[in-house]
């Protein structure tokens, strides 16, 4: 009766068995990577090439231990030639994407940078976590006074 259970909850989308922790994740949470028509592991960050999917836990240990343990290799079923730097190129990959996502909401105007900005934008609304933590107030008491507030005690 208990498997049940587990057949009544809400389908969050397709679901992917990670090849070094053998967890099972919503695709989104995890990392694809495909073996290109040489041999060679490629992240396909997008979900879109050709090609069975291998699919790991979004970290740099997990996809660490699947290349020192030669996981791609037996999840592909084939020899496979895996980049000796490949979570350092990952992480490029997916700093680049990150920041790619960042320009595209500044430039829909969802996003705002810079003090001024920032401030013009927050006026009136509570931000949340302004205060900052207690060791770091101590020395904002000249700038509380500056901008119009009361000095909050820490």
Do not use: Y
Request: glycine content about 12%; charged content about 30%.
């Amino acid at each position: 009766m208990e498997d049940w259970a587990e057949v009544d909850e809400p389908d969050s989308g397709p679901n992917r068995r990670c090849i070094v922790t053998g967890q099972v994740r919503p695709k989104g949470e995890l990392l694809r990577f495909v073996v290109s028509p040489a041999g060679e592991v490629v992240p396909d960050l997008e979900h879109r090439l050709p090609g069975r999917g291998i699919w790991l836990s979004a970290r740099r240990d997990v996809v660490n231990t699947a290349v020192t343990k030669r996981l791609f290799a037996k999840a592909a079923r084939r020899a496979v030639t895996v980049p000796g730097e490949l979570a350092d190129r990952l992480e490029g990959l997916l700093c680049r994407r990150c920041l790619d996502a960042i320009s595209l909401a500044r430039r829909a105007g969802q996003a705002v940078c810079g003090f001024e900005k920032v401030k013009a934008e927050s006026e009136g609304r509570p931000c949340g976590g302004a205060g900052g933590s207690p060791r770091r107030r101590r020395g904002r008491e000249g700038q509380d006074a500056r901008f119009g507030r009361t000095p909050s005690r820490g």
